[in-house]
C-alpha cells in the first residue's frame, strides 16, 4: 500500500477513464439530445407552406436581433391544439391501451418460454437462445407482410382452418384490432424472452428445494419463489415491450384497419399527409413526457429502495 | 492438526445415552439395503443403518462417498433405486419432500433472498397454515434461540456469513421437525466460529431433544458433535460406531487413516496365545507383541496411533516392550502438541510420535537427527485385517 489515495489502479490514467465514459454521452448528446431540441423548437414553432415548411426560422446572421426575433415567434398553440382536438386524445388513450394489453399478452406467452428455456439441458440452452433470436435476421417489414399473408380472408389460417373443417366461414382478423395485437406480441416477444430468461436462468435450484423442504408443493413454490424473484425480468421486458408498442406505426398500419387508432400512425399522417411539422413535432414531444414521467417514476423507486438496502 | 487425545472410556459421551446398544429400543430412522445408481454411477451401495430418536448421528466420508446422496434421499429430494427408508415406522419412499417431517438446513444456507429473516423463519410455518399469532410467536422463539432478534427485518444479503447459518438453522428448526437434517452446515464459516457453532449445536440438540443428522467431510467436527459417527467410502458404509470406538478400535485400514493420524506396521502373525499375539514385521524388522487373537500365518496391520507411543534418547526401562532404535527425521511444534517423525533404522519407515507439551519449557527434550528411541505397550495397537 504505498498510495492509499490513488482510487484508480496502477498505471490507468484519470483521463483514460474519463474518455471511456465521455463516448457513450457524446453519442447520446449527438444522437439523440439535439435532434430532441430540434423537434421540441419545431414543436413550438407555426406551419407555413415553405421549404422547411414551419416559421420562425433562427437566422444567425441578423445577430442577437435574429435571436430575439425568433424567440418571439415561439408559442405553444400547438399543444393547445392537440388537448382540443378528440382525434389525438383518443389516439394517445387507444395507443396505451392496445399496448398495455399486447404487453400482457406477450408476458403471458413469453413467461412459458423462457422458463421452458431456463430449465432445458445446458446444452440446449444456446440453440434456444439462437431459436428466439433468429427472426431478427428478416426485416420486421417483410415479416409483417408474411402476417397478412396468413391472417387475410383468403390466407393460410383461413385456408387451414376451412380445410380441416374447423370453420365453415372465414375468419376476418385482417384490417382488426387482433391483428395489431398478434403483430406486436409475433415482433416483439424476443425483447421480453431474453430479459424474463436472464433472470430465470439465474434462479438457484436449492431456493426450490428448500421451499419444497419446508412444505411448500411445486405450484406454490412457483408463485413463492420463482416469480418473486423474476420480476426484474418481468419489469425490464415489459418496459421493453410496451415503450415501442405504443409508439408503433408499421403494424397498426399494415395489419391494423382504418378505426385501429395509434398515435404512431396519427403522427405520420399528421407529418406526410397534412405536411404538418409544429403539430406532429408536439405530438412526439408529449408522447416523450407520456412515456418518460412513469419510467422516472419507477427509477425513481428502484434507486430509493437500493438506497435502502445499502 | 492432531487429534486430542481419546478418553479412556470408549462409550458415548452421553454415558446415560445408548439407544443403539439396547436390542427392544426402536429405530426412528431405517435405512435398509438402500441404494443409488445414477446411470452406471452407484452413489449409495446396500447401506442399511438405524437412527434413533434424539440421536446427533453425523455422516462422515470424502466427498462423492455417497454421504449427501444418502441425506437427500431421507429429505425426498432423491428416490432411492431399491431398498427401504422408514421414518418412525412410516415408509418414506414415494413420498414428496413437501410433505416429510424431516427439514434441511443446506450447505448454501439456501436463504430466500427477498424475504426478511423474520419471512424467512415463517415460510415453513405459513405452509402448514398455522394461525398467526402463533407464527409470530415461534418465529419470536427462533430468533431468541439462535440471537437474532435485532436482524428480524433485515434481508439475507444485509447479514454476514455466520448470521446467514444462524437464520439457515432457526428456518429449519421453526416447524420442530422429527429430524433435522445438516449438509455440511459450517462448511462456510471460519475455524474458530466453527467451532463455536459445534458447541452451540450440541446444546440446541440437547436442549430442544430432537434427532439431528449431520453430513460432514470434516473429521474434527463429527468427532465433536456426533453421538455415533457412520464413516461411509465409495457409497458404501464402513463403520458404524461412537467416536471412541472409532478412535480407538477402527474396523479398517480405511477408518484409521481417514480419522486422525495413525501408525500401520505391516507384519505376519508368527504366534498367538493367552489375548496376546506375536508378530513379525519384516517392513521394520521387529517383532512386536500385541493384545488380540489372529490367526498364525495370517498377514495384518498393527495400528497404534501416535500419542500411544512414547519417544526418548535414553533407553526404555528393560520391560518395555515394542521398541524401535530411530532417528528424528522431522519436529512439528504445534503450541499443545509436538510431532516428532522418526526414521526407524534399517528401514524406510517413518514412525509418527506425538506428545502432549504439559510441561511449559523452550527446549525440547528431543531435537533433530537425535538418536531416539521409541516404544509402545502391548495394548496400545489395535490388529487390523483388512
Known amino acids: 500500500m504505498t498510495d492509499a489515495s490513488a482510487p484508480t489502479p496502477a498505471g490507468a490514467s484519470p483521463w483514460g477513464r474519463r474518455l471511456v465514459i465521455a463516448i457513450p454521452y457524446l453519442w447520446l448528446l449527438v444522437f439523440f439530445l439535439a435532434p430532441f431540441f430540434i423537434v421540441l423548437k419545431i414543436s413550438f414553432s407555426d406551419t407555413v407552406i415553405a421549404q422547411p415548411p414551419y416559421t420562425p426560422l433562427l437566422d444567425l446572421a441578423q445577430g442577437w436581433q435574429g435571436i430575439k426575433d425568433w424567440w418571439a415567434g415561439l408559442d405553444a398553440e400547438n399543444y393547445g391544439i392537440l388537448f382540443e382536438d378528440e382525434l389525438y386524445v383518443a389516439s394517445y388513450v387507444s395507443s396505451l391501451r392496445i399496448a398495455t394489453i ?22 440446449w440452452r444456446p440453440m434456444l ?21 396468413i391472417l387475410s380472408p383468403e390466407g393460410l389460417l383461413n385456408a387451414f382452418l376451412l380445410g380441416t373443417g374447423i370453420i365453415s366461414e372465414p375468419l376476418y382478423i385482417m384490417n382488426t384490432e387482433t391483428a395489431v395485437f398478434i403483430g406486436i406480441v409475433y415482433s416483439y416477444l424476443p425483447f421480453m424472452v431474453l430479459p424474463l430468461y436472464a433472470s430465470l436462468e439465474k434462479l438457484d435450484d436449492t431456493l ?51 378505426e385501429t ?16 411539422w409544429p403539430v406532429s413535432s ?29 | 492438526m492432531a487429534l486430542k487425545p481419546a478418553q479412556k472410556a470408549l462409550g458415548p459421551i452421553r454415558r446415560s445415552f445408548a439407544p443403539w446398544l439396547d436390542p427392544s429400543a426402536v429405530p426412528l430412522i ?54 427401504r427408508i422408514t421414518l418412525a415406522g412410516q415408509d418414506l419412499v414415494g413420498v414428496p419432500p413437501y410433505r416429510r417431517p424431516v427439514n434441511m438446513m443446506f450447505q448454501s444456507y439456501a436463504l430466500f433472498p427477498h424475504m426478511s429473516v423474520e419471512q424467512n423463519i415463517a415460510f415453513g410455518l405459513k405452509q402448514d397454515k398455522l394461525p398467526k399469532a402463533e407464527i409470530e410467536a415461534r418465529v419470536k422463539e427462533m430468533l431468541r434461540l439462535v440471537k437474532l432478534e435485532p436482524f428480524a427485518s433485515r434481508k439475507p444479503h444485509q447479514l454476514s456469513g455466520g448470521q446467514r447459518q444462524r437464520v439457515a438453522l432457526a428456518r429449519s428448526l421453526a416447524k420442530r421437525p422429527k429430524v433435522l437434517l445438516l449438509d455440511e452446515p459450517l462448511g462456510a464459516l471460519d475455524k474458530k466460529l466453527r467451532e463455536e457453532t459445534q458447541f452451540e449445536l450440541m446444546d440446541l440438540q440437547m436442549e430442544l431433544g430432537l434427532t439431528f443428522l449431520i453430513v460432514t467431510h470434516d473429521q474434527e467436527e463429527a468427532m465433536t458433535v456426533a453421538d455415533r459417527i457412520a464413516v461411509m467410502n465409495h457409497g458404501k458404509l464402513v463403520q458404524v460406531a461412537t467416536p471412541g470406538e472409532i478412535y480407538e478400535q477402527p474396523s ?8 486422525g493420524d495413525i501408525n500401520l506396521f505391516e507384519a505376519e502373525v508368527a504366534a498367538s496365545a493367552g489375548g496376546l499375539v506375536t508378530l513379525k514385521s519384516a517392513e521394520v524388522g521387529a517383532t512386536f507383541s500385541a493384545a488380540g487373537e489372529a490367526a498364525p500365518g495370517a498377514s495384518v496391520a498393527l495400528a497404534v496411533r501416535p500419542e500411544k507411543v512414547r519417544i526418548s534418547i535414553d533407553p526404555p526401562p528393560a520391560d518395555a516392550a515394542n521398541v524401535l532404535k530411530g532417528e528424528v527425521w522431522d519436529i512439528a511444534y504445534l503450541g499443545d502438541w509436538t510431532v516428532f517423525l522418526v526414521k526407524a533404522e534399517n528401514s524406510e519407515k517413518i514412525v509418527r510420535v506425538s506428545r502432549a507439551n504439559v510441561m511449559r519449557s523452550e527446549t525440547q527434550p528431543v531435537a533433530w537427527d537425535d538418536k531416539v528411541h521409541v516404544w509402545f505397550a502391548p495394548d496400545a495397537g489395535v490388529l487390523l485385517s483388512s
Not at chain 1, 261 to 276: A, H, P, Q, V, W
Request: aromatic share 12%.
Open chain 2, 30 to 83: 431405517r435405512f435398509e439395503n438402500v441404494v443409488k445408481r445414477f446411470g452406471d454411477f452407484t452413489a449409495v451401495d446396500d447401506v442399511s443403518i438405524d437412527i434413533h430418536g434424539r440421536e446427533f448421528f453425523a455422516l462422515l466420508g470424502p466427498s462423492g462417498c455417497g454421504k449427501t446422496t444418502l441425506m437427500r434421499m431421507l429429505a425426498g429430494f432423491e428416490e432411492p433405486t431399491s431398498g
Open chain 1, 102 to 123: 399486447a404487453t400482457l399478452l406477450t408476458l403471458l406467452i413469453a413467461y412459458p418460454m423462457a422458463y421452458g428455456m431456463a430449465r432445458a439441458p445446458k446444452g
Open chain 1, 208 to 258: 426450490l428445494e428448500a421451499a419444497a423442504d419446508l412444505g411448500s408443493p411445486p405450484w406454490k413454490a412457483f408463485w413463492q419463489i420463482t416469480v418473486p424473484l423474476s420480476l426484474p425480468g418481468v419489469i425490464a421486458g415489459c418496459f421493453l415491450v410496451f415503450i415501442p408498442a405504443v409508439g408503433e406505426f408499421v403494424i397498426p398500419d399494415l395489419l391494423g384497419g382504418s
Open chain 1, 261 to 276: 387508432l395509434m398515435i404512431g400512425k396519427t403522427l405520420y399522417n399528421e407529418f406526410f399527409m397534412n405536411r404538418d
Open chain 1, 282 to 310: 408536439a405530438i412526439a414531444v408529449l408522447l416523450l413526457l407520456v412515456l418518460v414521467l412513469p419510467i422516472a417514476i419507477y427509477n425513481n423507486v428502484q434507486a430509493r429502495e437500493v438506497g435502502a438496502k445499502t
Open chain 1, 129 to 149: 437462445l439462437m431459436a428466439v433470436i433468429l427472426p431478427f435476421w428478416t426485416s420486421l417489414l417483410i415479416r409483417v407482410y408474411a402476417w397478412i399473408g
Open chain 2, 252 to 259: 479398517c485400514r480405511y477408518v484409521a487413516g481417514f480419522i
